[in-house]
């Protein structure tokens, strides 16, 4: 590391950075537009121009571009230089040329670039007074609005979207200052990373078109450091609200987790705290009452059956609900569960036993240096932002295998993608893990695929495993581990787990005891049951077994915030605060328990969902310990993690691994002659499903099977199929898709609950005449 002069001031820097970045790092501020830590530099702008003046008198001083020129010993840099001064403000006074004069109604105002590199560079006036240039805006879908007339070709936008984010629907167009930044025709963009869009453009060119719908000036909104509950990788969040309405999430930077950056699910899915349908008001059996009322009865009902009660927390549920209900539920004996579907409490828990086992999941930032990967599944659906992480990984040269059942983004780029038929899975996994002759249920090409795979991930240096838990088996997911462990101590394991809390809510459970209290409630040992943010009505696979099950329930009392099937059949019914709306912890898929805190309140009064059940302990006359107790008890050392810093793991005692074979796994057993893999979308979370803007972009229903599949059936695309699952019989157009495998029938997670099949399970198939 040397050193290089700025402004008079010894400045370190690191061998190969630019005079920009070691400039930024230092905190001094050098004007830039097109400059971005993750993007790198183009020298597109020309706004970073500083002087530099070499030591040696024989040589002039000269204007460079601080982005481009790479910082050295031996040279002055001046950033207030006269000469360096006068270009910034030409290259401003050029972009306003044609820029328009709308700041005042400009969704970007407060926070764009361009106003206030132009008050800190530009002239205060405009000499030019002839026509500007102007373009033709383009639809762009539900997320992102544009307004293309205020672009000053940075070049940012295509450099994220295509070269980072490695979307293809959208680049720069035309010549020079014609030069126009869209899609080839108006439609909703494609990536599922667009949203960056918005943030990363300087100007007000690509703004936020749900925000747009309920604008706040930025200087009104009230923010809170946040963290992403749509899934379990623990993003950082700024949500924005004002006068008692959530308006927008933005990107929260976090070094070693999403950085820059979010997924569309993250910044648009709190639309569903906004959702007309959600529950603002506590009811008892349908009639509206207050929350003492509520309370009231749910403790009346709870004092009349004792130990007959059950509770069913989540894993979306924050660290304290969960905890506090478990609590609540050891105070009389009570059966206490994370999880409304066995299998996905024996995936979550082995998932992170086998976790617990390693030196842990790598970082979003360490999983770019990766150098080969194997994926098991749909990232991109489970885990946005690890499908983005992997694509930086795959620009650096990494070999990513994908084994997969239905579509999945991340199959376009890897050096080997194989669909496999879910009960298939386990015998390649096996076989990976092995590293032994490919088994007979291989095929000759599957073989040697898998060879393929072996080879890259033993040659690798920085090999990295990855399972999608939903649409895993336990035992599947634990010969992941094996695999990873065969592969020496360099081998990195993450899982994607199923829901922002998912780590911290397997912690708390225990495999079988979601098939122990359905049963208890079939057969009436258990008559209440509280659930605190999960909706076993709407089980994609156990939902008709559930609402069976509710039958026999004397009262069933549910505390959420949104309006799911179980809400709607609850015989109490206590709404509760969103996540912006309160505070607490969410443990992410590394096992790192991350504090956020409540961004605003609703005019309604809405408790956290510990605060309702130590409101209702005290109902019940029971004495329960207070949070901070309850939680320093159940993982001993605990310090709760402060809201906006980086978090720390969560200290959990080893669980050990105990694989239960009596829960019928579906992806491992095949009786029939098709099978059902989940086939779901970026936006189809529980919370996200009640966003508008994203389930507008939900792809329209069909049956997705391979095209030798059609073609064997002798069934065309958009020709219509019955399916007749488990559960039910639902009538769909099939599409022909090259992803999915064969004998699979690849359908969303509505379809799935309609059927009531899993991942895995049997499906007939007729064609309908
Ligand atoms: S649209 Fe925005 S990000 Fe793209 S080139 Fe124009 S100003 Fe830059
Ligand atoms: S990857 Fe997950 S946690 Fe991160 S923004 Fe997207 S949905 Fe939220
Ligand atoms: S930031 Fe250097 S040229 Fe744009």
């Not at 990363?200 to 923010?223: E, M, N, S, Y």
């Not at 008709?544 to 549910?558: F, M, N, Y």
């Not at 059936?713 to 999915?740: F, H, Y």
């Amino acid at each position: 590391m040397g050193t290089i002069r700025i402004e008079n001031h010894e400045i370190p820097f690191r061998e190969g950075d630019n005079i920009l970045k070691t400039a930024l790092a230092a905190g001094m501020e050098i004007p830039y537009f097109c400059y971005h830590t993750a993007l790198g530099s183009l020298g597109a702008c020309r706004l970073c121009a500083v002087e530099i003046t070499p030591k040696d008198p024989g040589k002039a001083p000269q204007v460079v571009m601080a982005c481009l020129e790479p910082a050295r010993g031996g040279i002055e840099v001046s950033i207030s230089s006269a000469a360096a001064q006068q270009v910034r403000q030409k290259v401003i006074e050029f972009l306003m040329t044609n820029h328009p004069h709308d700041c005042p109604v400009c969704d970007e105002g407060g926070e764009c670039h361009l106003q206030e590199m132009t008050v800190a560079c530009g002239p205060p006036y405009r000499r030019y007074r002839g026509r500007k240039r102007t373009f033709t805006n383009q639809y762009l879908g539900p997320l992102v609005h544009h307004e293309m007339n205020r672009c000053i070709t940075c070049y940012r936008c295509t450099r994220f979207y295509q070269d980072y984010a490695l979307g293809d629907d959208l680049g720069a167009m035309r010549l020079r200052n014609e030069v126009y930044f869209g899609r080839f025709q108006d439609g909703p963009l494609a990536s599922p990373f667009a949203g960056n869009l918005v943030e990363i453009c300087p100007t007000g060119v690509f703004t936020d078109a749900v925000f747009r719908q309920h604008f706040a000036r930025v200087w009104d909104l009230k923010t809170a450091p946040s963290i992403c509950p749509h899934c379990s990788i623990g993003c950082n969040t700024l949500p924005g609200a004002r006068d008692g309405m959530l308006r927008r999430v933005r990107n929260r930077f976090h070094p070693d987790l999403n950085r820059w950056f979010i997924c569309d699910r993250g910044r648009y899915g709190h639309q569903y705290s906004e959702h007309p349908a959600r529950p603002l008001t506590s009811r008892v059996d349908g009639a509206k009452v207050s929350y003492r009322q509520a309370l009231a009865a749910a403790a009346e009902q709870i004092k009349a059956v004792g130990d007959k009660t059950g509770g069913l927390g989540s894993v979306r549920e924050d660290l304290e609900g969960n905890t506090l209900l478990r609590a609540l539920l050891n105070g009389f004996n009570g059966i206490f569960t994370a999880f409304s579907d066995p299998r996905l409490e024996a995936a979550t828990i082995t998932a992170v036993t086998a976790l617990q086992n390693t030196t842990g999941a790598p970082s979003l930032a360490e999983m770019e240096q990766a150098d080969a990967a194997l994926i098991v599944g749909d990232l991109t659906a489970h885990a946005p932002m690890i499908d983005l992480a992997l694509r930086q990984a795959y620009r650096s040269g990494a070999r990513l295998a994908v084994l997969h059942s239905g579509p999945t983004p991340l199959a376009r780029f890897a050096a080997t993608a194989l669909a496999i038929p879910p009960h298939e899975m386990s015998v390649c996994l096996s076989h990976l893990s092995e590293r032994a002759a490919a088994p007979s249920a291989a095929n000759s090409n599957q073989k040697e695929m898998l060879a393929n795979i072996v080879v890259s991930l033993t040659a690798s240096h920085r090999p990295l495993l990855i399972g999608v838990t939903e649409t895993l088996s336990a035992s599947q997911i634990a010969v992941l581990a094996q695999l990873a462990a065969a592969l020496g101590p360099g081998a990195r394991l993450a899982y994607a787990l199923p829901g922002a809390n998912a780590y911290g809510a397997a912690l708390l459970s225990q495999t079988g005891r979601a098939t122990a209290m359905l049963e208890a409630i079939e057969t009436g040992h258990i008559q209440n049951l509280i659930v605190a943010g999960n909706d076993p009505l709407g089980d994609t696979r156990l939902g008709a077994r559930w609402r069976a099950a509710r039958q026999r329930l004397d009262s069933l009392i549910v505390l959420d915030c949104v309006a799911t099937a179980t809400a709607e059949a609850a015989d109490i019914l206590i709404p509760v605060a969103a996540w912006a709306e309160r505070s607490g912890t969410f443990v992410n898929y590394e096992g790192r328990a991350q504090g956020f805190t409540h961004t605003f309140r609703r005019p309604e009064f809405l408790p956290s969902t510990a605060e309702v059940i130590a409101d209702l302990a005290r109902h019940l006359e029971l004495v329960l310990p207070d949070i901070a107790a309850a939680l320093g008890d159940t993982f001993p050392g605990y310090q709760a993690p402060v809201p906006g810093a980086p978090g720390s793991p969560l200290p959990a005692p080893a669980i050990p691994m105990h694989i239960d074979t009596t829960i019928h796994q579906g992806c491992e057993s095949h009786p029939g002659r098709w099978q059902a893999a989940l086939s779901t979308w970026y936006g189809d979370d529980p919370l996200a499903s009640f966003a508008p803007a994203l389930t507008e972009l939900v792809p329209a229903v069909a049956a997705l099977i391979s095209p030798a599949a059609a073609l064997n059936e002798g069934i065309k695309a958009g020709e219509r199929v019955r399916l007749q699952g488990p559960a039910g019989t639902v009538v769909l157009p099939v599409q022909p898709d090259n992803d999915v495998a064969a004998g699979t029938i690849a359908l969303t997670r509505a379809v799935l609950a309609q059927l009531g099949a899993g991942h895995g399970d049997p499906l007939e198939l007729e064609k309908v005449s």
